[in-house]
C-alpha cells in the first residue's frame, strides 16, 4: 500500500527566507503527486501537481522518483504563506480517484 | 459554479445524537469522498462514493454511513455520537476521467461532540 509522510508538523520561518516543506513517499508505481494548501479555517485548495511542473505563488515541487521525495520549496517566504499544507499520492489503478494524504505540516511565516 | 458545498457550517452535539452532514457538488463529478481532520493526523478518509448508488469504506468508517441517491448529493450520517467523532469533516469530488486526479473540497463542517 502507499503512504506519504511529511516529517515535520511545524515549520517556522522568517519572512524572507527560503522554505522547504518535505514529503516522501512510497509506492511501486508511477505516482501521481500533489501539494494542498489550507488556510486558516479555509477548505483545502490544490497548490501544485507535479504532472504540470508549475510555480504557483511562488512554489515549486520537483518529483525526485530516486529519492521518493516530492519537496515544496520556495526561495523568499511570504507572511500570507502561513498555512497548512498537506502532500497527496494518487496511486492510479483501481483507486477511484482516491488520494492517500500526509499528516500535514503547519508553516508559520514570522515578519 | 458553485463548486462542493457543505452544510452545517458548525454543529454541537450530545452524545448519542445523531445527524447528517449535507454535501452537494454541481460539476458533474462522479467520484465523491467524505475526510475526517483531526490535529496532527492529517486526513482521514471515512467513506467514498465511484457513482449513484454505489459507496465503499475508506480508512475510519466505524460509527458512520453514507449514500449516493443522486450524482450530485453525498450525505454522511452520523449514529449515536461519540466524543470521539469531534472533528472537521470535509466533503471532496472528483471526475473519474480526469488526466489529473485533483480533489475539489467543501468548507468543511466543524463538529463538536459533548
Known amino acids: 500500500a502507499q503512504r506519504v509522510t511529511q516529517p515535520e508538523k511545524l515549520l517556522s520561518v522568517f519572512k524572507g527566507a527560503p522554505v522547504e516543506l518535505k514529503c516522501n513517499y512510497s509506492y511501486s508505481g508511477s505516482p501521481e503527486l500533489f501539494w494542498y494548501v489550507q488556510y486558516s479555517r479555509q477548505r483545502l485548495q490544490l497548490l501544485l501537481r507535479?504532472?504540470s511542473r508549475e510555480s504557483i505563488k511562488g512554489f515549486t515541487a520537483d518529483l525526485n522518483k530516486g529519492e521518493t521525495s516530492f519537496h515544496l520549496k520556495k526561495p523568499f517566504a511570504q507572511e500570507e504563506d502561513s498555512a497548512m499544507y498537506y502532500c497527496a499520492l494518487y496511486a492510479g489503478g483501481t483507486s477511484y480517484g482516491k488520494l492517500t494524504f500526509g499528516q500535514g505540516t503547519i508553516l508559520t511565516v514570522h515578519p | 459554479n458553485a463548486g462542493v458545498t457543505q452544510t452545517p457550517k458548525f454543529r454541537i452535539l450530545k452524545i448519542g445524537q445523531s445527524m447528517t452532514l449535507q454535501c452537494t457538488q454541481d460539476?458533474?463529478?462522479?467520484?465523491m469522498y467524505w475526510y475526517r481532520q483531526d490535529p496532527g493526523m492529517g486526513l482521514k478518509l471515512i467513506y467514498y462514493s465511484v457513482g449513484a448508488g454505489i459507496t465503499d469504506k475508506g480508512e475510519v468508517p466505524n460509527g458512520y454511513n453514507v449514500s449516493r441517491s443522486t450524482t450530485e448529493d453525498f450525505p454522511l450520517r452520523l449514529e449515536l455520537a461519540a466524543p470521539s467523532q469531534t472533528s472537521v469533516y470535509f466533503c471532496a469530488s472528483s471526475y473519474s476521467r480526469a488526466t489529473i486526479h485533483e480533489q475539489y473540497f467543501g468548507p468543511g463542517t466543524r463538529l463538536t461532540v459533548t
Open positions: 460539476m458533474n463529478h462522479n467520484y
Open positions: 507535479h504532472i
